[in-house]
């Protein structure tokens, strides 16, 4: 669950600003980095399911046309594995909406203690997060 204050929420849709509020996409680096940066503890979750870890990156997928790429890695292992995204869908009204179900990856169940993430946003820039089992266990 994403937990950020209400004056935050009301920044975010453009309700409270210090200056005239411009449409916005959400589909550059610039755009989601902030998003991204309040919101870093649901970059991912992992659910167990039919005898699997599936482990979500719906959330990131979600700001996906600020990023060039997802990477992961599990219990230790650098983020060199690199989560393949649909493309954003620029040109339409919802650019970074999800059409398909490609939102997670399935490992054996009980196998995945931690989660490491590397963001490569669209204009280059990185930025890295490890979350452990029990924080992202829904």
Partial sequence: MIRISKLTAL???GLVSSGPVAAQNFTTAAEVRPILGMTRDSWVAIRE???KDLVYFTHLLAWRCGLS???YGFNGAPPTK???MEKCHEGTAQPNAISGDNVYVSQPQGSVSEVRVKLIYD???TEEARFNR???LQ
């Fill in 49 to 51: 399911y039919g005898g």
């Fill in 11 to 13: 920044a975010l849709c």
């Fill in 134 to 136: 029990k924080a992202v």
């Fill in 123 to 125: 204009d280059g820039s």
């Fill in 69 to 71: 790429e997802i990477r």
């Fill in 82 to 84: 690199s989560f393949k």
